[in-house]
């Protein structure tokens, strides 16, 4: 195999090593190339070809369709461990063992209440805010209410710092959506699991014992699961982006909300069930829409199918498939949408122009149809894959500031005016 690449610019030879990553990925380290080329730099617009960083989270291949986290496959972690333990193995490398559980589970109660006045800043909303820009807001309104730095090279302080994060993160969530929907706030209960305790938040009444069935938790928790990372996307490269300033953790995450907000990315599972509605409406015609997203004059594109990395397909988007199925029959629901969904999804796989460019359907094709079913407000479906996103962005940020990383700060080809002379503004 070649150990370097060689690069010739105007009859100039340059060397630049190779470096090769533990599942064989192979990439050019350009560190010098504008110390040795005297200024020449590289051109790649949204980061197709670019590595941002090395990092030992998560591996996706997407030509293999291949997902795992921190060397476990997406696949069995779905299937075999809880939400928490996930959480933990993101940022921490490891499964936790039992007691490691219980501790980072009752470190995390101890720190799952808000301080009163993130009721007051969520009382200046107006109703029709858009429970993503409520909850980047509030993530970030932490900061006031935590306003000690973290030293990022003790350990103690980092995981004081992120323990806080994942005890306050879920009341935000909840608190969100129940502003929303007009309904009192609920501090949940410490006897119950995270993950449970989140929809306890959510959905209990004030006048009404909660009680919510296992399988509801067990399909919530596996959303959570197969949302928790996925390498460098355009959040994740938000959070990092942030705290390679040194902002802190809180400042982090909530620039990742805000990444993650917008329809290319994590909106998508909103734009989703918008769009089988919008079908639905228009009289359920299928292949009128699929005539839409292939005519390059339109600009409206088949929601929930499509992936930067993924070209086969999309691992999550089997198991979440599966989830949907056995959600709709747990919850007796029949959703015209779903039949939607399911045509659009047949028509697409055998048509080529989804075949040639290799588009199949992502997770949010089917999360959204889950989150319905499950009583979530559609309006809400992204700050649920935001709460399942929060430990991977924490891990990120944690090996980011670990080691070390320099400030993210990008080259650029400039294409504008080159120097002109100032013109008094009586003689322009
Ligand atoms: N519908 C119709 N055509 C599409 C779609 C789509 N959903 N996605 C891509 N294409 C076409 C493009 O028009 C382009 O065609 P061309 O080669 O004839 O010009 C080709 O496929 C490649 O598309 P790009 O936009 O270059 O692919 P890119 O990797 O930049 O974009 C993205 C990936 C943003 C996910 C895109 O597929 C898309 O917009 N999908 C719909 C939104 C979506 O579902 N986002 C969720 C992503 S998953 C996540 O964030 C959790």
């Not at 969100?176 to 609920?186: G, H, V």
């Not at 306890?200 to 069935?213: A, G, I, L």
């Not at 953790?249 to 599972?269: E, K, R």
Request: charged share 30%.
């Amino acid at each position: 195999m070649a150990e370097d690449a060689k690069l010739k610019i105007d009859g100039a030879d340059y060397e630049f090593p190779l470096i090769t990553g533990t599942e064989k990925e192979i990439a050019i380290d350009i560190g010098s190339l504008r110390g040795v080329t005297k200024g020449v730099t590289t051109l790649d617009p949204g980061f197709k070809n670019t590595a941002s960083c090395e990092s030992a989270i998560t591996f996706l291949d997407g030509e293999e369709g291949i997902l795992r986290y921190r060397g476990y496959a997406i696949e069995d972690l779905a299937d075999k461990a809880s939400f928490l333990e996930v959480v933990y193995l993101l940022i921490f490398g490891e499964l936790p063992t039992v007691d490691e559980l219980d501790k980072f589970h009752s470190d995390i109660k101890d720190e799952s209440h808000v301080d009163e006045d993130v009721k007051k800043i969520l009382g200046g909303f107006p109703k029709s805010a858009h429970p993503m820009g409520v909850l980047s807001s509030l993530t970030s309104a932490l900061t006031a209410f935590n306003p000690t730095a973290v030293n990022v090279d003790s350990e103690e302080d980092m995981y004081n710092a992120i323990i806080k994060l994942l005890g306050k993160f879920p009341v935000l969530v909840a608190w969100t959506m129940r502003t929303k929907m007009s309904q009192p706030l609920d501090y949940g209960s410490n006897n119950l699991g995270y993950v449970e305790n989140l929809h306890k938040m959510m959905f209990s009444r004030p006048n009404k014992d909660y009680n919510v069935d296992p399988q509801v938790i067990e399909a919530l928790d596996k959303l959570l699961i197969l949302h928790a990372d996925h390498e460098q996307n355009c959040s994740t490269s938000t959070v990092r982006m942030v705290g390679s300033s040194q902002a802190g953790l809180f400042a982090s995450i909530s620039a990742g909300i805000s990444a993650l907000w917008g329809p290319l990315h994590g909106g998508a599972n909103q734009a989703v069930i918008d769009m089988l509605e919008a079908i639905k409406t228009d009289g359920g015609d299928t292949k009128k829409y699929m005539a839409k997203a292939k005519d390059k004059e339109d600009p409206f594109r088949l929601m929930g199918f499509g992936h930067r990395v993924y070209k086969n397909f999309d691992p999550r988007a089997k198991i979440i498939k599966k989830a949907a199925d056995d959600v709709l029959e747990l919850m007796g629901v029949e959703d015209e949408v779903l039949d939607i969904a399911k045509g659009l999804e047949k028509e697409a796989l055998e048509d080529s122009y989804f075949v040639d460019r290799k588009l199949y359907p992502n997770v949010d094709f089917y999360s959204g149809i889950i989150y319905r079913a499950l009583g979530i407000p559609v309006e809400m479906f992204t700050v649920m894959f935001a709460m399942g996103r929060v430990p991977g962005w924490i891990a990120q940020w944690r090996e980011m500031r670990q080691r070390k990383e320099p400030i993210g700060r990008p080259r650029q080809v400039y294409i504008g005016e080159t120097h002109r002379e100032f013109k008094e503004i009586k003689e322009r």
